[in-house]
């Protein structure tokens, strides 16, 4: 199964002080056979695999844009699934 997840989590980027967030969604996607988690924050950036099944999709979006940003953000990353 593949599981498109949307947060508002900025530990997922990598922020200090994020506990155990990584490890926590590096098992929801063993869980589920993969995980893309488009991260709303301003902080631009590409995709970024954490294994062989997590993906961390930042939408690089003012507060402004965010909705259309992740509407575009979940597009693209539905194309990029394998069949």
């Not at 900025?10 to 869980?31: C, P, T």
């Not at 695999?49 to 965010?66: C, D, M, Q, V, Y």
């Amino acid at each position: 199964m593949r599981v498109l997840m949307i947060s508002l989590d900025r530990g997922l980027l990598g922020k200090v002080g994020s506990g155990d967030v990584i490890a926590r969604h590096q098992k929801y996607a063993e869980l589920c056979g993969r995980l893309d988690v488009i991260v709303l924050s301003a902080k631009p950036g590409g995709p970024r695999w954490i294994g062989e099944n997590l993906r961390i999709i930042p939408t690089g979006s003012s507060k402004f844009a965010k909705g259309w940003t992740t509407a575009s953000t979940c597009s693209r990353a539905a194309m990029t699934l394998p069949s």
